[in-house]
């Protein structure tokens, strides 16, 4: 009797041991799902990232130069030019231009008329922290979000800038699409009607709060999962959305034009397209890339950073 209880115990040790094994992978990997967006990006080809506040540019040599642009970085966006939030609300934006913003405000889809539209909401900004950018100021055009850190959406209506609140607590933001603090997901569009009626619409798409992390780029969404798994969505009806349904031990994903990305928690790319020739011509590529924790996406340009800080590039375009 006393042999059996012995072996007992042991296997009762054991399941604990295991038990907390898992729970210390389960944590780590939701430190990386919360963490990872905005602290990664590409400024065209060339990647950047966020260290201690710090902004790093990737060098040719493979050094991470100091940019010193500012000192708390919180969120950085790929785009042409060097565009970050720091901490404290404040926007730092390196592509702008001054002009005259009374004679320039009235012509939408011109270069004038996007520049205005950066002082505005750098004007804003000023008066008004900022808690996320939907993405970088480069072409600011009807429909871009910020998150004000009130919890109010700024969103762009013609030459104006207009406010929303949501029931429920926005944060983040990427493109069209809002994350919940609920984990749930909500679509922004703007509705035009007969005789010129303009009518902005924030519509829940995804209501089971489990999402920690969304990426989008113009209609097309990845949501990334609690459990690993990932959602792909577009906000044309009966469009094909990405081909992800067997994607697994996910903990971050990045949404390219026609494209995706995820990073699993082994350190891999997973991809997919609407091409499948390209794909497998592409998922050939990535599958060499290893001990990957953070990517991004720029355009048809797609980068890995490794644990050793060097960075990997793949340009599918």
Known sequence: MKKLSIWRFGIVFCLIGCLIVVQIVVNRNRDLQINMPGQFALMGYTPVRIQNGKVY????????????????AKQILSG???????????????????????SNRNFPLSAGHSIYMKQK???INKEEPFAWLNKSLDLV??????????????????????RYSLEEKPIQLSESYILTEKGNVYVFDIVKKR????????????????VVMISSCSTRCLALRKNGTVLSWRQ?????????KNWKNVIAVEQGFNYGIGLTSEGKILYTDY?????????????????IVQISV????IAGLKEDGSCLICKIW
């Open 57 to 72: 540019q990737y060098e040719a040599d493979g050094v991470w130069k100091d940019l010193e642009v500012t000192t708390d």
């Open 80 to 102: 042409e030019d060097l565009c970050i939030l720091n901490r404290d609300g404040s926007l730092y934006y390196d592509g702008l231009i001054e002009i005259d913003l009374d």
């Open 121 to 123: 909401v750098l004007a």
């Open 141 to 162: 055009e009807e429909g871009n979000l910020f998150l004000l850190q009130s919890g109010e959406i700024l969103y762009t209506l013609g030459d104006e800038y207009e």
């Open 195 to 210: 005789w010129g009626e303009v009518v902005p619409t924030f519509e829940c798409i995804y209501g089971e709060e489990d």
């Open 236 to 244: 044309e009806k009966n469009r094909e959305t990405l081909d992800v």
């Open 275 to 291: 091409d499948l020739v390209k794909t497998e011509e592409i998922k050939k590529e990535l599958s060499n890339w290893s001990d």
């Open 298 to 301: 720029n355009g048809g340009c």
